[in-house]
């Protein structure tokens, strides 16, 4: 018998074994392949198109000289950008599987002088990609417990995450799910490649609810041009449960959730999650884990989460000095509070407000280690606060939001680029500015 202990090789195979044998108990649930092959009657493509449209007045936007080593201001300016734009099709072709895929064009027109974050897409002929392509196979014919999820898609950790943009309070999503997303994944999307068992439970009552879901997925990419972990390899593997008292936030299982249901739900969901990844070329171990709430109680609509980051890695000492072992931590929150108020015609008005703090290391040995294994490092604070006019329920709003930042770099000063307050994609060091946002958001 081959003794492998706790080596990374036998903690990956043993991770496989265990996710394919509940893979293979689940199979014969399907009654066959003949079940699981039964067409869907009236099976067509269902397009649909999503858009964002925002116009931005930024101010107080500084750009670190180089040269001079002080922030210059940058004028302020009105920006007219396409936020968001998703172009894409759901189809339920057999009655057990079901799909989705969406295009996506994203920041067309965006001015990285601007306050709002992200990169621009302002070629002569912007840049489509794939945002979301997955399956998802039910596994038991009839019930709601089991789902395979397979494809391209958002690993089920972090509400914020794990919730479109058309679907929050704030303008722009909170910031908590970028540095989640950037130390879980390494990349602002949030999307990678996986697999995802998942399900939903009910009492007889239906005001207990529990939703489940268990995935692997492929690492972050640092090496070979973003192709590769490198030559060290171990999955990303990612967890979440949510127990949900009163009226359900879901009734179906999937992998879209809701934040707003306009004073028809008197309930509480409480999640727990977690993200786990063994050594790379990066770092020796990769974690978080965080909890999240969402309360709706008819007008009133709360949520807020927290994630607790660690990276473990070690750098060798200046001047010598011998190798540095560290784990370094760090964390994300935040809060967001609206309440619909009926004005006519069941036309909603939904004033909200949202704080979100981002807490990393400000003296000089902890962002030495944060840089060391590529992560972020002092402080952020983000406030929006705005009013939503919802002129069809989920599908078509109009918003008014200000928001407004304050970070500090810590011992690494001036000119540092420790997290998204302090730097912007083709730009550099910056100090990010505040901005006045008029905005409409369409589904069709």
Known sequence: M????????????????????????????QEGFKGFLKNKEGFKLEPFAQFQLWSVYSTNQQVFNTQTKVYDKVDDRLNFLLRRTRIGFRMQPYNNL??????????VGRDVQSGVFGAGNNGTIPSVGIFDAFLEWRLKSGSEKLFLVAGYFRPQISRESITAAWQVGSMEKSATQNYLRQHMIGVNSGRSTGLNLGGLLKNQSGKLYFNYNFGVFNPGFYASSNNSVGSKFSPLLVGRA??????????????????????TRKGISLAIDGSRQGETDLFKQNSSLGADILLNWKALNLDAEYHHMIRSGSRVLPDNAGVRDFDYRSSVRH???????????????????????YRGATDATGQADALAVRTSSGTETTYDAGINWHLQERRLKLLLHYTWREGDPGAAGNGATVNDYFTQVNVGAIRRG??????????F
């Open 2 to 29: 081959i003794n492998c202990r706790q080596t990374r090789a036998c903690q990956n195979q043993a991770f496989t074994l265990f996710f394919l044998l509940l893979f293979s108990q689940a199979l014969p649930a």
């Open 98 to 107: 079901r799909g989705t895929v969406i295009f996506s064009f994203d920041a």
């Open 242 to 263: 949510v127990l949900s008292l009163g009226d359900p936030e879901l009734k179906q299982y999937g992998i879209s959730y809701l934040q707003n249901f306009f004073n």
């Open 335 to 357: 809060i967001r509070l609206g309440y619909n108020w009926i004005a006519g015609k069941k036309l909603f008005l939904e004033p909200t407000l949202t704080i979100m703090q």
């Open 434 to 443: 505040n901005w006045l946002g008029l905005g409409l958001s369409a589904i």
